[in-house]
């Protein structure tokens, strides 16, 4: 089955720019999207189709593609951005929901 | 305004059936398009697709735990619920439901409400 990969961890200092990659087989034939996940909560999506945001999700939320990688960039980053984010796709497979490992965000 | 509400057991005994439901609301089970997965997270660790049951009925299962998984929908209840049989430890882990995202009409690839989610404990 389909796999996606994430770093399990990114550190990153208040106002800085984060990265968070996603990768997986010729991921640019999917469509990627975006959850975040604040301790002890359930995950909320905050990019969809890519690159598009949901009503509520700040524009310092944004999603790219750049060769075999996703990536969900987070700018000017806050304490309130500290959680885990997994990226995820629908595959043609066996099990068509395919979540990344997830990668803990720590706002220094 | 979509909410999703997980309910059920939080202890289970190995080999026991699991029974969680999942009451949703602010969306009929009836609508076009309209669909609601299961999700497991076992602690510290990642997602993981377990189900999902579309308004016409349609259903898939994770394909390693299809032997052992029914989902189901009541649509009067506005309920879905998920069965687990021969529960093993393994199977410990916050059990989520979430709503699939619809277009006019056409479910979309993401999950974009989610419930509380239940955490379940498998254990003698």
């Known amino acids: 089955s389909y796999v996606l990969t994430q770093p399990p961890s990114v550190s990153v200092a208040p106002g800085q720019t984060a990265r968070i990659s996603c990768g997986g087989d010729n991921i640019g034939s999917k469509t990627v999207y975006w959850y975040q996940q604040k301790p002890g909560q359930a995950p909320v999506v905050v990019i969809y189709?890519?690159?598009s945001r949901p009503s509520g999700i700040p524009d310092r939320f944004s999603g790219s593609f750049s060769g075999n990688m996703a990536t969900l960039t987070i700018r000017r980053v806050e304490a309130g951005d500290e959680a885990d984010y997994y990226c995820?796709?629908?595959?043609?497979?066996?099990?068509?929901?395919?979540f990344g490992g997830g990668t803990k965000l720590t706002v220094l | 305004q979509v909410t999703l509400k997980e309910s059920g057991p939080v202890v289970v005994k190995p080999t026991e059936t699991l029974t969680l439901t999942c009451t949703v609301s602010?969306?009929?089970?009836?609508?076009?398009?309209?669909?609601v997965s299961w999700i497991r997270q076992p602690p510290g660790k990642s997602l993981v697709w377990l189900a999902h049951?579309?308004?016409?009925?349609?259903?898939s299962y994770r394909k390693s735990l299809r032997s052992r998984l029914t989902i189901s929908k009541e649509t009067s209840k506005s309920q879905v619920a998920l069965t687990m049989t021969n529960v093993d430890p393994a199977d410990t882990g916050t059990y989520y439901c979430?709503?699939?995202?619809?277009?006019?009409?056409?479910?979309?690839?993401?999950?974009?409400?989610w419930g509380q989610g239940i955490l379940v404990t498998v254990s003698s």
């Open positions: 602010g969306f009929s089970l009836r609508n076009a398009g309209t669909g």
């Open positions: 995820q796709v629908w595959d043609t497979g066996d099990d068509p929901w395919v």
């Open positions: 189709d890519d690159t």
């Open positions: 979430a709503h699939i995202a619809v277009l006019s009409g056409i479910p979309q690839n993401y999950l974009d409400s």
């Open positions: 049951i579309f308004s016409n009925g349609e259903k």
